[in-house]
């Protein structure tokens, strides 16, 4: 019976300590998951195109520049690239730009993330466009205008790409080289050819001409300009795809019988000028 009595203390006190011990220990309201079950979502955030750079910019006519699209993507995805180019008008009631996709703006070949570009033989100012795409399907979508010019070049090119039936077509022939060209002309018109592409194949669609034979020569100077103007209603053009043929010569010692070569079917002029592609609709 005292051994009992002595023990007891001794336990009462134990079992104070402990329960003191106890509720000294951090506790935690906050209800915990199960890492082992929870799944873990991911997001895919879209990739980001920083800049789109040119070289050379400005470009020359028929010359090749290279253009690169500098993109991320925050997951580091793999990215596709998709590449258009425009032919930039602007629109006469509020000077707004206007992208005009479906025309003939030279040769765009994409190899990802850079391009090649082969400019049109039409001076003006182009936006070449550039689309990433990654494997989620996120896009990001970026321009870049370029110019382009004809510096050094001997050209032709009509004042717009896209006519309708009756409209004029207004052309600049300037020769910006350092030689001379010549050009036949006829009662002091230039004589020329409109071609058309039929099936995918350029043909002689008409003679503009006043002479079956040949009429002289008219001289291009360095840095000279002229204008030429064509009414679609007077030749006519029907809808189509065209461009403008002008046969010349360095060599003012040239002979014009090729035009009773054009008139009896076997085209062979010295050498051919010929215009940006244009359409009529």
Known sequence: MRAFQ?????????????????SCQPTSTEP???IDHEPIITINKPPVISSITASPDPVQLGKTTTITCNASDPNDDSLSYTWGVAYVTFDQNDSSQVFNWDVDAGSLINSGEIATWTAPLAEGLYVILCKITDIAGNNDVALHEIKVVSTGCLYVMTDKIIYSYGDTVICKLKNETDSTAYFSNCFMDLNYIIDRNFN???????????????????????GELVMMTISTMEIPLPAGIYRINIPFSWDNNWSGDYWEDIWSGHYSPPDSLLSNTFYVQ
């Open 6 to 22: 002595t023990i007891k203390p001794f336990m009462i006190w134990s079992c104070m300590a402990l329960m003191f011990y106890f």
């Open 32 to 34: 915990q998951n199960d």
């Open 200 to 222: 995918n194949k350029w043909e002689v669609y008409t003679l503009m001409t006043k002479c079956r034979s040949y009429g002289g020569t008219s001289e291009l100077l360095p």
